[in-house]
């Protein structure tokens, strides 16, 4: 019942929003939407470096129809390493889970410590080599699409943070499942991801691009312990 309250929650954006939604992503420039596709870029990596905000994260028929313009086949983003692909590893990060259906997941372990709230607020938390991936490829874009002008108006929106387009995924499905709405209230849910390698002490270990792209990001225990904090 809960998951079909979700694809519900998730589908139901009306159809005028819908289009306009869908109008955005087919706005987008194309040949700049399949090189970050053919880098392995995802969907909602995509959104957030062309500035586009709002429900366009939260909205499968978008997401699909921008993942279907890729020619690639990889497993993790380059750039969020999966995090707005909701894509995590196991506790022994030998096996990659990826769960759709995440804003369910939290929606279900709040009911089950059965908090008492009318508003709750987000917070996420990530490692500082995300926004290091995204400085390198704004620099990239700026050398190889700099001249073109859908670039030059893109300078004045700027770049969507993960941590952004994160909340952007999550909260209005969360909404609709929690039955309330996101505001700064004193319910706090926090999600916190980090860097495999930084719980060995080498945070500041420096590292080349490629080896970059191959680290993996995860929310540390999810599924058995989740690194999901609640705050009254």
Known sequence: MEEQKQEESLKNLGEEEEESVSESVRDLPSDAVKELLSEGVCARCVFRLFG???????SPPSISFLSSLSTTTHQLCTLCFGILQFTYYSDDAQTLLRNQNLPLLIADTVKRHAYQFHTFSLEVSIPPIIL???????SYMKTKFGSQSWFQENLHTGCISTKDALKFSLIHPLENLLECKSSMGNFRIRLTYTHTKASKGDQNRSDSAETCKRRKIGMLKFIIDPVLLFWM
């Open 52 to 58: 586009l905000q709002g429900r366009v994260y939260a």
């Open 132 to 138: 290091n991936n995204d400085n390198s490829l704004r």
